[in-house]
């Protein structure tokens, strides 16, 4: 007689490893999604924020120190952070721009367009 339990050794083909693989491509996904890709989008953000850092914008550090932009460097920022006290920065070190300072052809932009749509109000008005 054979081996107790019954007939041969069971056979390990390629139909066996097709749910492992589809397992692991579905770990992968989970993981692209949840971590990957959200990272990926964060870090993108955060270097589009530091390369439009602009004098006179009002920044957070990653320590809590709050200033303005003095002047930039390469690398670097100068925040001034009282009336006379002025720290340097690795520019990574900024983690939030709290308020940006508006060029002055910024604002005459605004100016303009805010005149523009006061004068189409009023000729809408009078008709």
């Known amino acids: 007689m054979g081996a107790p339990g019954g007939g041969g050794a069971p056979q390990g083909g390629p139909a066996s490893i097709l749910p492992t693989l589809i397992t692991f491509g579905l770990v992968f996904l989970i993981f692209y999604f949840l ?3 959200p990272q990926n989008k964060k870090q993108k953000e955060t270097k589009a924020m530091l390369a439009s850092l602009g004098k006179g914008d009002r920044v957070v550090t990653i320590g809590g120190i709050r200033g303005v932009i003095q002047s930039l460097k390469e690398d670097a920022v100068v925040l001034k952070v ?4 002025s720290l340097e920065f690795s520019k990574t070190a900024i983690s939030n721009v709290l308020e940006k300072k508006a060029s002055s052809k910024k604002k005459k932009f605004e ?4 005149e523009a749509e006061a004068d189409d109000e009023t000729e809408s008005d009078d008709e």
């Open 82 to 85: 009282d009336n006379n006290t």
């Open 35 to 37: 971590i990957i890709r």
């Open 111 to 114: 100016e303009k367009a805010i």
